[in-house]
């Protein structure tokens, strides 16, 4: 996931893994508007509209979850 912080756009790589179910969570827990199928090996994802702060990106695959903490500047 790069670049961290992140200004606009917050980019995604999946080597060989060509689908994920990807989700942001703001510091309380409160999904976002940002849930996406990732069906390729790269994600794109808008922060564009997001207040500066903390977020949570987990990524779903085959039942097993990777979190990782972002940050909006």
């Not at 976002?32 to 949570?56: C, R, T, W």
Request: without cysteine.
């Amino acid at each position: 996931m790069f670049p961290n912080p992140v200004k606009d756009q917050l980019t995604l790589d999946f080597p060989g893994v060509l689908s994920n179910q990807v989700a942001v969570f703001d510091i309380w827990g409160r999904q976002m508007e940002i849930s996406k199928s990732a069906l390729s090996e790269q994600l794109n994802l808008d922060f564009s509209q997001f207040a500066p702060g903390v977020y949570l990106i987990t990524v779903n695959k085959d039942g097993k979850k990777l979190s990782r903490k972002i940050i909006k500047e």
